[in-house]
Every structure is written in structure tokens, then in C-alpha cells.
């Protein structure tokens, strides 16, 4: 019985760490399409479903190169890379 609830603990654990995690990125992306609108206006789709597509680690490099972009083909040009 024991072996079963240290079972049952990690998985409520690692479930927890998920959640973390995909809360983390849900907050990010949010913050990085405002960011797009409010610097260059209106942001075609295909580059919110390409900013969408972005892991953790993405997001976080796109939010810090967003105010180097000119103009919105420079994060298109960024997306590709």
C-alpha cells in the first residue's frame, strides 16, 4: 500500500509541474502577442499561430528581442530562424 501512494504522489506531483509549466507559457504567450499589437498594431495570423508554436524557451527569447524589431518583417524574419 505504501509502494501504491508514493506512486500516486509522484503523479500528482509531476502533474502539478505540468500544470506549472504550461500555466508559465500560457502567461508568456499572452503577454508576447499584447506586446506585438501594441508595438507594431494589427499582427497577421500566421505569425500568432507561429508565435503559438513557440516552447518556454522561445517565448522567453522572442520577449527579449521584441524591442530590437523595426517593423513586424523582423519578427517574421526572427520566427524563421
Known amino acids: 500500500m505504501e509502494v ?7 503523479g500528482i506531483e509531476q502533474g502539478k509541474e ?14 508576447i502577442l499584447k506586446l506585438l499589437h501594441k508595438r507594431f498594431g494589427s499582427v497577421p495570423k500566421e505569425i500568432e499561430e ?18 530590437d524589431f523595426a517593423n513586424i518583417d523582423d ?4 520566427l524563421r530562424k
Open 4 to 10: 501504491a501512494n508514493r506512486w500516486v504522489l509522484k
Open 18 to 31: 505540468e500544470g506549472k509549466k504550461e500555466g508559465k507559457k500560457e502567461g508568456k504567450l499572452e503577454l
Open 50 to 67: 507561429s508565435v503559438k508554436k513557440l516552447k518556454l524557451d522561445g517565448l522567453e527569447s522572442l520577449a527579449e528581442a521584441i524591442f
Open 75 to 78: 519578427v517574421k524574419v526572427w
